[in-house]
């Protein structure tokens, strides 16, 4: 039976809806691929009729199965039990999921979307990487779209804090977009979750295929956490999506002096939840985790040290400006300085000036 469900995704003119209301109508996906008379099937044109029978007369459906086989590219049906039950109860489910990875791995009952821009500024970065921090080493899965920004600073967060990831992509496997993520889809893929698509492998990362995706991201999650968005983002249509799936909306403040918190600040006018730490989130979705805080008794710091990690505690400053409020030598400065970056407390950021990670 899966072949059918795989021919009918091979087809690309058609969309998961029109599949959906083929199988919903005759019950049976075998039945439905090889039907030759639709007029019985409300709201179907005769012309969309014949196009479907024209293009479904040119698909092979044993051929259309093994090309996936062939890639080494796993899937689930809309009829599979394993199928996530989250998606399943959206409006147009896909049909298929295609993907790498281990998806069964990851703990689907505690998934969260994050979304946000894709020219992020370095404040939405680290205000996310500070979040995500919070969950290290819980079972909650962060589920993105690995595009550039915030997709891609949230999978690589939730790699670095032994959190499980799904990447969504807006095209099939034959594509790696952007090219530059090539290296995340494969530590996403080999052991820290799964990168999943509903778009057959051969299908190219089109524009609009992108907001189309973003149903999948919010789908297979409990709630939506916006971590930067302008009036007319990707993101915003998300988090729309988000509120018409039933799911929780939850944003990151940002600066209101930066376009890219329009969207942000317009979501939370409207009720979403405002999010500065990972309390927040669980809060929001009602989840009891156990979250270790980390001490900086385990960093063992020096008494200048301390005085250092206490001078970032607001804002960045630069060398001479730490130089002033500690009165170390600059020798002795810079030592700390790169102990300090060594240990993971501080970072350096915008050339010469640190900041507290």
């Not at 459906?61 to 039990?81: H, M």
């Not at 990168?195 to 524009?207: A, D, I, R």
């Not at 942000?264 to 929001?284: M, R, W």
């Not at 063992?300 to 990690?309: A, Y």
Request: hydrophobic share 40%; glycine share 6%.
């Amino acid at each position: 039976m899966d072949k059918f469900w795989i021919a009918l995704s091979s087809i690309e003119e058609l969309s998961s809806s029109f599949i959906q209301k083929l199988y919903n109508h005759f019950g049976d996906i075998e039945k439905a691929f090889n039907a030759d008379d639709l007029s019985a099937i409300d709201g179907l044109t005769v012309k969309k009729a014949e196009k479907f029978l024209r293009l479904r007369d040119k698909t092979d459906p044993d051929k259309a199965l093994q090309l996936v086989l062939d890639r080494g590219v796993n899937y689930l049906t809309f009829e599979d039990e394993r199928y996530p039950q989250m998606l399943r109860n959206i409006d147009d489910a896909p049909s298929v999921l295609y993907y790498k990875g281990d998806l069964f791995d990851c703990n689907l009952d505690r998934a969260l979307a994050v979304v946000g821009s894709r020219r992020a500024t370095s404040y939405a970065k680290d205000a996310l990487t500070k979040i995500i921090s919070e969950l290290n080493g819980t079972d909650i899965c962060i589920v993105s779209g690995l595009a550039s920004g915030i997709d891609t600073t949230a999978h690589i967060s939730a790699l670095d804090n032994n959190l499980k990831t799904i990447g969504v992509i807006a095209s099939g496997f034959d594509f790696t977009y952007p090219a530059s993520n090539k290296e995340l889809y494969k530590r996403i893929e080999n052991g820290h979750g799964a990168v999943l698509s509903e778009y057959y492998p051969t299908f190219e990362p089109l524009k609009f295929r992108f907001p189309q995706r973003n149903r999948i991201v919010s789908g297979l999650s409990y709630g939506t956490l916006v971590a930067e968005a302008s009036l007319k983002s990707g993101a915003l249509i998300t988090a729309n999506l988000t509120l018409e799936q039933g799911r929780e909306l939850m944003c990151i403040p940002g600066l209101i002096t930066n376009p890219n918190t329009q969207g942000i600040y317009k979501l939370l006018k409207n009720g979403a939840t405002l999010v500065t730490c990972a309390d927040d989130v669980l809060e929001a979705l009602g989840w009891e985790v156990k979250i270790e805080q980390k001490s900086l008794f385990e960093f063992d710091l020096s008494k200048d040290e301390q005085v250092i990690f206490d001078a970032l505690e607001i804002e960045d400053k630069c060398f001479d400006e730490l130089q002033a409020f500690t009165g170390l030598s600059v020798d002795d400065l810079l030592t700390y300085l790169t102990t300090m970056e060594l240990k993971g407390i501080i970072k350096q950021v915008d050339g010469d000036r640190y900041r507290k990670i």
